[in-house]
C-alpha cells in the first residue's frame, strides 16, 4: 500500500471514529452532549452542522496529502526520463539460491539512473556489531575479494557508467555478499539487515549520494 492510499486510510478511520462516537452519545447514551431543556432533533442537527466543518478539514487534508505524494512521484519520473535522478540499490538474496551454507548467499545491486557515471566508494553493514561483511565480489569478477574491492573503491575505480541509452535499462553492478556471525556463535541464520553504501554522481559537480537499504532475511553463516 502506497503513502497515499494509507493517508486516506488514516483519514477515513479518523472521520469513521468520530461519526460513531457522536452517534453512540446521541442514541446510545439518550445525547448527553444537549442540554436537558434542548429539544433532541435540534441538538443533533446543531452538532451535524458543527462537525461538518472538522470533516470537510480532515477530507481536504487527506486530499492535499494524497495530491502532494503524486507530485513527488511525479518529480521522480521527470528526472528519470532527464536522467538526473539518484542511483538506487537492492539487497536481497540470491535468486535460485536453495541452501542457507552457500557462502555468497545474498546480493546487492545498485543501478544508476542518472546519465552521469556513478562511482561507489563504500559497501558496509550499519547496525549490525555481532556480524561481519567477511566478503564482497563483483558478479562479473569471479577473483574479487574484499581487499582488492576496497583497494579499487578507495581508488575510485568502481564505476557504474551512465544511463545514456534511454532505450534500454540503467546500467547496473551486482555485488555478492558473505556475511557471518562472530557474536553469539550461531552458525546460519535469517534476519533483516541493513546496508550503508555511498555513491558519488560524476558530475560537472561531484556529489555524494547516502543509500541505506535493508533485506528482510539475510542470510549470513
Not at 43 to 62: I, K, P, Y
Request: glycine share 10%.
Amino acid at each position: 500500500m502506497g503513502r497515499g492510499n494509507v493517508i486516506v486510510a488514516v483519514a477515513a478511520g479518523l472521520f469513521g471514529s468520530l461519526f460513531f462516537t457522536v452517534l453512540a452519545n446521541f442514541y446510545g447514551f439518550g445525547g448527553p452532549w444537549c442540554s436537558g431543556d434542548e429539544v433532541l432533533a435540534t441538538c443533533r442537527r446543531e452538532w451535524v452542522g458543527a462537525l461538518s466543518g472538522w470533516v470537510a478539514a480532515v477530507a481536504a487534508g487527506g486530499t492535499i496529502a494524497v495530491l502532494m505524494m503524486q507530485l513527488h512521484q511525479q518529480r521522480i519520473q521527470t528526472k528519470i526520463a532527464a536522467g538526473d535522478a539518484d542511483p538506487t540499490a537492492r539487497f536481497s538474496i540470491i535468486p535460485g539460491d536453495k541452501t542457507v551454507t552457500e557462502m555468497f548467499s545474498n546480493r546487492l545491486r545498485i543501478e544508476n539512473w542518472n546519465k552521469c557515471p556513478v562511482r561507489i566508494s563504500k559497501i558496509a553493514l550499519k547496525d549490525a556489531p555481532d556480524l561481519e561483511l567477511r566478503n564482497i565480489k563483483r558478479t562479473e569478477h569471479p577473483f574479487d575479494d574484499r581487499q582488492t574491492l576496497a583497494a579499487e573503491m578507495a581508488w575510485g575505480e568502481v564505476v557504474i557508467d551512465g544511463w545514456t541509452d534511454r532505450g534500454g535499462p540503467p546500467p547496473h553492478l551486482d555485488f555478492d555478499l558473505f556475511i557471518i556471525n562472530i557474536g553469539d556463535g550461531k552458525w546460519t541464520g535469517h534476519r533483516e539487515l541493513s546496508l550503508d553504501v555511498r555513491a558519488q554522481i560524476m558530475g560537472a559537480r561531484y556529489r555524494e549520494v547516502p543509500l541505506t537499504v535493508t533485506c528482510p532475511n539475510a542470510r549470513y553463516l
